[in-house]
């Protein structure tokens, strides 16, 4: 196995998934890494969890997911979110609470990936651009990983590493310089770099390659599954803006 898709913050938006999975069968990926938030806002939580287990993905849990099974206080959350965090608790079939509550905070693969939602010690910290990455490269190395960390929660694709931030709108990223890299893939379900279409990032783990990739996909379909399960209106706006 070496060419993965790296998936961030789904956000339960089913014909976004969708979307990215087919350009990331299209393009060979053999494997989904997914780092969390993969449920809250969208309309089709059990439908994303369903093909995600289906895939056998790998998979890490966002501060949203957390939520909905009783693991972050939901003061936190702004009153949407926290309709969306409520709305998917009373909405998820048993198999799914189960799979949510399972899934680990961070995991290591192939000895020098690390996988998180938030920052290396914290799945509600933002990485946003501009932050100081020495701290982070203690905790990488802390976690006994020393060469890439990918993370989402800000829904921002984005490279990094201690000299140099490269924003990751679409096309490849040489990694030949120092490491190490904090690399987020952006979000498929809710983009918020006024760029609507899905964003995902395709990983050679064996050449090192990353490439950035966005996939349109059916917004109407989104916004009509959030209206019909009754979620907050503003929740499907803001997907056709991508903010
Ligand atoms: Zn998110």
């Given at each position: 196995m070496s060419v993965v898709a790296i998936l961030s913050d789904i956000h339960a938006n089913l014909p976004a998934l969708?979307?990215?999975?087919?350009?990331?069968d299209r393009l060979g990926c053999e494997k989904i890494w997914s780092l969390g938030d993969q449920v809250g806002y969208g309309g089709s939580p059990n439908k994303c969890l369903d093909l995600l287990r289906e895939r056998d993905a790998v998979c890490?849990?966002?501060?949203?997911?957390?939520?909905?099974v009783n693991l972050e206080d939901v003061r936190w959350f702004n009153s949407n979110a926290r309709a969306a965090?409520?709305?998917?608790?009373?909405?998820?079939t048993g198999e799914n609470l189960e799979y949510l509550v399972g899934l680990p905070d961070s995991r290591v693969v192939h000895g020098h990936h690390l996988l998180v939602h938030g920052a290396p010690d914290n799945r509600s910290r933002y990485l946003l651009p501009g932050v100081d990455l020495f701290n982070e490269a203690c905790l990488l190395e802390a976690s006994g990983v020393a060469e890439m960390c990918f993370y989402g929660h800000t829904h921002l694709p984005m490279v990094s590493n201690q000299e140099k931030t490269w924003?990751?709108?679409a096309?490849?990223?040489?990694l030949s310089a120092d490491g190490p890299y904090f690399i987020n893939?952006?979000?498929v379900g809710q983009p918020r770099d006024n760029n609507p279409n899905a964003a995902w990032l395709l990983l050679d783990t064996v050449t090192r390659r990353i490439e950035f990739h966005r996939v349109a996909y059916d917004i109407e379909r989104a916004e009509s599954l959030i209206h019909a399960a009754g979620l907050p209106g503003r929740l499907a706006e803001r997907l056709g803006c991508g903010q």
């Open positions: 969708e979307a990215v999975l087919g350009d990331a890490v849990m966002g501060n949203h997911d957390a939520a909905v965090v409520e709305w998917t608790r009373l909405n998820l924003q990751g709108s096309g490849m990223v040489d893939p952006g979000s």
